[in-house]
């Protein structure tokens, strides 16, 4: 135990000085009012106490423009507050474009994530200094939330949707990693840690923990097992189904005459229940996967369809995966050479 | 009650509540009660109509699958029934107000009839769908939700479910499962009215209304019009809409 | 300065609303406003201190950081069911059942309110809705948190959340009853001469709670029905298994449970109100603007719900608009507090037991609003979101706001109510220890809420232990400060001094009567000829400062 009492957390993410700055804001507007209103209550109350027991004092009339003043004054203090916190929330909240993307599924009571290089890890996250670093959650049962307060901030982790959640940390150490939405028996055990490395300790990290297939290349094996390439193309070029191969991140336009953008949430729903969302000029031939991949098995998948990028072009999030599959001419970014 | 019967007037009327000054005020208190008892009933019936639409929305395919399924002439025969039943109940509180009291005991009694009538049509088309398994879950135990699913080249059978494409049976079961809140829940409305009718009915034999003294019919009324509304909406929402999809 | 002058009270007959009839099937089937709310008194205080026991079980279970005391699974019941029966078997009808029953058709100068048979069906409901709970509480309890989020609650909770949902389900239709019933009575029972604006400021709140009840409370009604079913029969609109949104629950919920905090703290408002001008002797300072707050409170409480899912997968836009929708329902509470300490300028303060409530009630209500402004902001509350920050936060809106000004309200009509005087040096003793005990539980939680520290965590990281140390030594200060109270009012109602008819020398109209009232109130209905805390003729009325001369009415 430390000798002082600390009043904020470790400030470890590009959020936390942001958010702790706020913070202070709102605490000083605070303890100003408080001190005002209380200091002013306790003066009335001393100067204007009763002096005898039948005293009525003149009645006073109210007044416009202190109404005025006292309403405006704070409606623009509160103003203040609104847009300082929502240029911070609207930041957070966009998912930067060339982050280190992990999935993460949280189940009762235990966080699996997995890196686009393919170690797996449980109840903890390992992430280097100084990078972005995009979650990608999802949860096989009920309500999680991913939460880290050295970073200031946390998402929910919901079943049947991805929800995404990014930082960029600062400071090497170790962090709690809490889930935050009450989930059951165990919520309060479902808890780890994040462990924030230097670039090389982690590249020492990720090679000490070869071994497991990346999740694209697992999501190719799971393309041919599952048979989809029957349709889709050995290499996702289409066939009887639609074109895969870079077709991620673009609109499509649907049978119905309107369109989709292809993202997790499509990908997902088109295993899922094929019929709902009908890529123009195919038929409604597909079969449901549902029962048949579990939520890790999607991530997979899903993981595979983005790494197949139309004239063998990878994105960089997933560069080191296709290294093994279609892509051989892609170079592993400096910060992940594994192997 | 009848017994002491007394000639009316305003100030110590026989119906007149204690803590109430006079005849007026009582009426005034009845009805702005009735009225904001309405308010609450259209909230509780807002937070199915939001469900509806955002799964209306999220899956058109299904729900207008679900719908057509649907027995449209059922439904517009009960639309029917239920406006009739709204304009004899409007002529009792007329012929309670000016005080004629075998036109009023009929209009009660048409009305009362007719919401049965209602209710037994909704009966029947609640029975085609325990047939064609359209129940959803579990909500009668042992008879799950399973309907038949008509491919496409098959001879076309009624009992069967026409899925248009991009409509699965799984969101099918969300449409049945909203119609059956909703018109269940409009259903429990319909019997709780034939009640109160009842009562009124009993009560307008046995002469305890007059000019002066009718806010329970007028009262009864105004819920009864709001069940018929409710009614007039889930109509279109639920057999309407997206029918042209079908036969268009 | 006038003195006061005795206002006319008629002599104490020995006939009144207690004594008039004897029996326990006059008391089970009374239709009298005065009746049916002390049965509610009775209730809620039974079902306070069950929740207060639960409250003391968390407190002593987070005393050391493994989880020692309880296990996990009891301990979520435990939280849980703090959480249901404080909320919807005590803060929400507290004040509108038991003084609001008692005192609206009294301040109207009416003989009952609208309608008292439904007033007796709600009291029944409420029971019935009460007894479900408990029964659920006794064969096993449930887990799933006061918000039942789905699909938790719905598919993987194994406990009584059906029988428990029922319960609530039931319980709002009381709560419907008594709303509908207080508005038709502010609407047509209102005696001759008392105009709205003659209507004291706690007919304005509970005016404004009740359009709260009506609008808010069948919808989560449907979601609770809804919920229900999900669980027994395997439907799913909620389920993402079968299609569905569990965020549209939430939706639904918090539509209707963020209105409520409103539905809480409202009518404590309009009882600080009555207790700050009755006790300084002096009009309430802006009169219509603390009225018209409230209703402004009401709407914009219904617009807000969504700043409780900043950290679900709610679009980015939609947070915006909450937040800043979330800012400004926090101005006209803004209005109240500040006119609150305008009307003590000048004013002749007492110290007395209720007038000490409220000098707190402005203290912890401040506190309580400011800190929602954090959670208001949205990117300190996606960090705070679910700590222990929401945690003393809310409490201090439900327990330093709703709580207190239901003390000091029972406190300021327990004259009128039983006829008796409570003790006074026990009251002042007794809301002093309230009000540090309670400082010391919530404040320390604040800090623990922005180191981290999640709620509903059944154990946590030891470098959380010296908040909770404080927390629990807090709530036993706070828990003995609440025996005391509902010892001398038992007390009292045998041994208390006799209470005049008017026994604080205060002009409105619940003190033109005898204490405790007759039955129908009055002897003869009252024409109202002066507004609200008139002290004093109006022509004496100061024009303060520089600030006029627009004289505002008053």
């Given at each position: 135990m430390q000798s002082w009492i600390p009043l904020v957390p470790e400030s470890a993410s590009s959020f936390s000085w942001k958010v702790d700055a706020l913070y202070f804001y709102l605490s000083g507007v605070t303890l100003f009012f408080a001190l005002l209103i209380s200091g002013m209550v306790i003066f009335f109350v001393i100067r204007y106490?009763?002096?005898?027991?039948y005293e009525i004092p003149r009645p006073i009339a109210g007044s416009h423009k202190l109404e005025t003043l006292w309403t405006v004054i704070p409606f623009i203090i509160a103003m203040t507050m609104f847009g300082w916190g929502a240029r911070i929330y609207f930041e957070q909240y966009k998912p930067p474009a060339n982050a280190i993307e992990v999935y993460v599924v949280g189940k009762q009571w235990m966080w699996k994530l997995q890196h686009a290089t393919g170690q797996r890890e449980i109840n903890e996250l390992h992430v280097p200094v100084g990078r972005k670093i995009k979650l990608i959650m999802t949860s096989e049962d009920v309500i999680h939330d991913f939460f880290v307060p050295a970073f200031r901030t946390k998402a929910d982790v919901v079943p049947g949707r991805y929800t995404t959640l990014w930082f960029e940390p600062t400071k090497p150490g170790t962090y709690h990693l809490f889930c935050a939405e009450y989930c059951g028996m165990n919520h309060s055990g479902m808890t780890g840690s994040v462990i924030v490395m230097e670039p090389r300790e982690f590249d020492n990290w990720l090679s000490g923990n070869t071994g497991s297939m990346t999740p694209a290349t697992a999501g190719q094996q799971l393309y041919q097992t599952l048979g989809c390439a029957s349709c889709h193309g050995a290499n996702g070029e289409g066939g009887r189904g639609p074109t895969l191969a870079g077709a991620f991140g673009k609109m499509t336009p649907l049978q119905d005459g309107g369109s989709v953008r292809v993202d997790e949430p499509y990908i997902r729903e088109s295993i899922l229940n094929p019929q709902a969302k009908i890529v123009a000029g195919f038929g409604p031939i597909m079969p449901t996967f549902q029962g048949q991949v579990s939520e890790d098995q999607l991530v997979q998948l899903m993981a595979y369809i983005k790494s197949l990028q139309a004239g063998g072009q990878t994105t960089p999030a997933t560069a080191a995966s296709p290294a093994q599959s279609s892509s051989p001419a892609n170079a592993p970014s400096p910060t992940r050479n594994i192997r | 009650m009848a017994t002491e019967a007394t000639a009316p007037e305003i100030h110590g009327h026989r119906s007149l509540q204690h803590h109430f000054e006079n005849m007026e005020q009582q009426r005034e208190a009845g009805t702005l009660g009735m009225w904001v008892f309405l308010v609450t009933e259209i909230m509780f019936f807002g937070g199915m109509f939001l469900a509806y639409t955002l799964y209306r929305s999220l899956y058109p395919a299904a729900f207008a699958s679900a719908s057509n399924h649907l027995d449209i002439t059922l439904g517009a025969v009960n639309t029917g029934v239920l406006i009739l039943s709204s304009f004899t109940m409007a002529m009792a509180v007329y012929f309670t107000q000016i005080g004629k009291r075998r036109p009023q005991v009929l209009c009660l009694l048409l009305t009362l009839l007719l919401g049965l009538t209602f209710l037994g049509i909704k009966a029947v088309e609640y029975h085609d769908k325990y047939e064609d398994r359209l129940i959803p879950g579990r909500l009668i135990p042992g008879h799950s939700f399973n309907p038949q699913v008509q491919q496409e080249g098959q001879p076309v059978d009624p009992h069967k479910l026409h899925l248009l494409p991009g409509a699965t049976v799984e969101k099918v079961e969300m449409f049945y499962w909203i119609y059956f809140a909703m018109t269940g829940m409009h259903a429990l409305h319909m019997i709780i009215g034939a009640g109160l009718l009842t009562f009124l009915l009993i009560f307008s034999l046995k002469g305890r209304f007059d000019p002066e003294y009718h806010s329970p019919v007028e009262v009864i009324g105004l819920y009864w019009h709001f069940v018929d509304i409710v009614w007039i909406f889930l109509f279109p929402l639920l057999y309407l809409l997206g029918r042209h999809l079908e036969h268009g | 300065m006038r003195a006061i002058e005795s206002f006319e009270v008629p002599a104490p007959p020995r006939v009144n609303y207690i004594n008039a009839q004897y029996g326990l099937k006059s008391w089970l089937l009374t239709k009298d406003h005065k009746r049916i709310a002390l049965l509610y008194l009775g209730s809620i205080t039974f079902f306070f201190f069950i929740g207060g026991l639960y409250a003391m079980m968390i407190r002593l279970e987070l005393l050391t950081p493994q989880g020692d005391l309880l296990q996990s699974t009891t301990y979520n019941k435990v939280f849980t069911q703090h959480g249901i029966i404080m909320i919807f078997f005590f803060l929400i009808p507290s004040i509108p059942a038991t003084l609001g029953n008692f005192l609206i058709p009294m301040m109207i100068g009416a003989k009952d309110l609208a309608f008292p048979r439904i007033n007796l069906l709600s009291w029944y409901i409420y029971l019935l809705g009460g007894v479900i709970t408990i029964y659920a509480l006794l064969a096993g309890g449930v887990d799933t948190g006061w918000t039942f989020y789905t699909p938790f609650s719905t598919t993987f909770s194994n406990s009584y959340v059906v029988a428990t949902g029922l319960g609530i389900f039931i319980n709002g239709f009381s709560s419907i009853l008594t709303g509908l019933n207080f508005i038709v009575t502010i609407h047509t029972m209102r005696a001759p001469g008392m105009t709205w604006f003659r209507m004291p400021l706690f007919l304005w709140s509970h005016y404004a709670t009740s359009l709260i009840m009506i609008l808010g409370t069948p919808v989560i009604a449907i979601t609770v029905l809804l919920l229900a079913f999900e669980r027994l029969a395997g439907v799913g609109i909620f389920n993402p298994a079968l299609g569905?949104?569990?965020v549209l629950f939430q939706h639904l919920f918090w539509f209707y449970s963020h209105p409520a905090v409103y539905i809480m703290v409202l009518p404590s408002m309009g009882v600080i109100s009555e207790l700050i001008a009755n006790f300084s002797r002096k009009n309430i300072f802006g009169y219509s603007f603390v009225a018209f707050s409230s209703l402004a409170i009401a709407v914009f409480g219904f617009l807000v719900w969504g700043h409780h899912l900043f950290v679900t997968p709610q679009s980015v836009y939609a947070g915006m608009i909450f937040s800043f929708l979330s800012f400004a329902v926090a101005i006209p509470s803004a209005i109240k507090v500040f006119n609150w300490t305008a009307t003590l300028y000048k004013s002749s303060i007492s110290y007395d037991t209720p007038m000490l409530y409220a000098l707190g009630f402005i203290g912890l209500f401040t506190v309580g609003g400011m800190t929602g402004l954090f959670l208001a902001s949205l990117a300190v509350d996606v960090h705070l979101s679910d700590t222990y920050f929401v945690v003393a936060h809310f409490h201090y809106i439900m327990v330093g706001g709703a709580l207190m000004g239901y003390l000091g309200g029972l406190h300021y009509w327990w004259p009128k109510i039983s006829g008796r005087m409570y003790p006074e040096g026990w009251g002042r003793f007794s809301a002093l220890v309230i009000f540090v005990g309670f400082n010391l539980t919530f404040l320390p939680q604040f800090v623990a809420g922005y180191l981290g520290m999640p709620r509903r965590y059944h154990a946590y990281p030891p470098e959380f232990q010296v908040f909770n140390v404080l927390s629990t030594a807090g709530a036993s200060i706070l828990g003995f400060g609440m025996l005391i109270p509902a010892i001398y009012f038992v007390w009292s109602m045998r041994y208390g001094k006799h209470a005049e008819a008017n026994p604080w020398h205060?002009?409105?109209?619940?003190?033109?009567?005898?204490?405790?009232?007759?039955t129908e109130n009055f002897e003869e209905t009252p024409i109202v000829t002066w507004d609200a805390y008139e002290f004093a003729p109006r022509e004496e009325t100061e024009v303060v400062g520089k600030f006029g001369p627009e004289l505002e009415r008053i």
């Open positions: 106490r009763r002096r005898t027991p | - | 569905g949104d569990p205060l002009p409105g109209l619940e003190w033109r009567t005898q204490s405790p009232p007759p």
